[in-house]
């Protein structure tokens, strides 16, 4: 019978798992928005929610990169609107 302690380890690595999953999901929803030419105010909105999907997996690095990349295509949206 597993150990209580292994239990919680592989339930957490499944969770932890599912987020990383999730954020990368978002990550090719824009690339593929980029690549069709979406808006800036499209992409600025689809760059944040990939931040917010690295935080929630509790990954700092592509949080700290998606959240300057979002800066930028936000910052780029406000500089030329359609």
């Known amino acids: 019978m597993p150990s209580r302690a ?3 380890a592989l339930a957490a690595a ?3 798992s599912g987020c990383t999953d999730q954020a990368a999901k978002v990550e090719r929803k824009f690339e593929i928005a980029k ?3 979406a808006s800036p105010e499209e992409l600025c909105k689809i760059a944040r929610e990939v931040a917010e999907a690295y935080l929630e997996a509790e ?3 592509q949080y700290q ?3 300057v990349s979002a800066d ?3 910052t ?3 500089l030329d609107p359609l």
């Open 6 to 8: 292994s239990v919680v």
């Open 14 to 16: 499944v969770t932890l």
């Open 35 to 37: 690549r069709r030419g």
């Open 59 to 61: 990954n700092e690095r």
């Open 65 to 67: 990169f998606w959240d």
């Open 72 to 74: 930028v295509q936000c």
């Open 76 to 78: 780029s949206a406000r």
